[in-house]
DNA sequence: AAATTAAAGCAACTGTGTTGCGATATAATA
DNA sequence: TATTATATCGCAACACAGTTGCTTTAATTT
């Protein structure tokens, strides 16, 4: 762990999340770079890139799996990322929230992680 | 709307949902029913079910779809239940946590739906 | 450059959920 | 109660995201 090899997907897809500021989903990666590589390619690709920490996933009310960028440090042990997921119902984006959710104590409770997903109008769809 | 058909499927699911806490997996449920009826009637059950506002569903972190009964006079048009859903680690057992969970505001977003979804050890489990 | 190890490609598969449609049950009406 | 209308059921077939096994190819190591 901690060694990621700089193969031709790896590079592909980090330029891809380098460049996007909102989430992708898997789907999509796979459908957009179908003539670059095998969809069991992106999704490894993927995986790996997860397992370093460079990116998270997450689910959508779908089902669907979302991918976006990393931006708190996150280690192959630990994704420090806990921000809620936003998308929009309008444009269809899914967009990172940089901020911060505060669960209320649950009695005997030991939380561990915690993902929130929220739909409704971006900033750029409200004007 | 608002006239939901007492046919068998929806008495079993009905019944089945008051007697119990936590929340059931589509999948499992299809499961302890396969000998009662087909699997296309539990899922459009459901539906109809929610339809209606007497059951909720959300997505795992898997992707699988849960579903649990609604406390709070939901209707056809609105859920009002905007709880979290805790997902145990050891007992594998899904819960709606009976506590409000505030999103900060976010700057000229229109917030339309929260879904949070936590995972953890439950009370049970941690004694 | 040769050997080692990890990633890519392909095809086939898994599993959840859906759809179309004829058969059947439920409710409305006569 | 018998008849008609309408919604649900069951079945088989399907859609589709994601996975697996295995062989080939590419990236690192020595």
Redesign the pocket.
Known sequence: MG????????KILLDLFENEFSAI???DL?ERLKN??????V???L??LEDEGIIHSF?GKN???WYAKCKNNCTSDHHNDVHPHFECKKCKKVMCLPVEVTIPNIPNHTIDNTAVFITGICDNCND
């Not at 060694?3 to 790896?10: E, F, G, S, W």
């Not at 670059?36 to 390619?41: A, D, I, Q, S």
Request: net charge positive; aromatic share 4%.
């Open positions: 060694i990621i090899r700089k193969t031709k997907a790896v989903l898997a789907v796979v670059e590589m095998n969809k069991t390619t999704y490894r690709a995986d790996r689910v089902g669907l799996k």
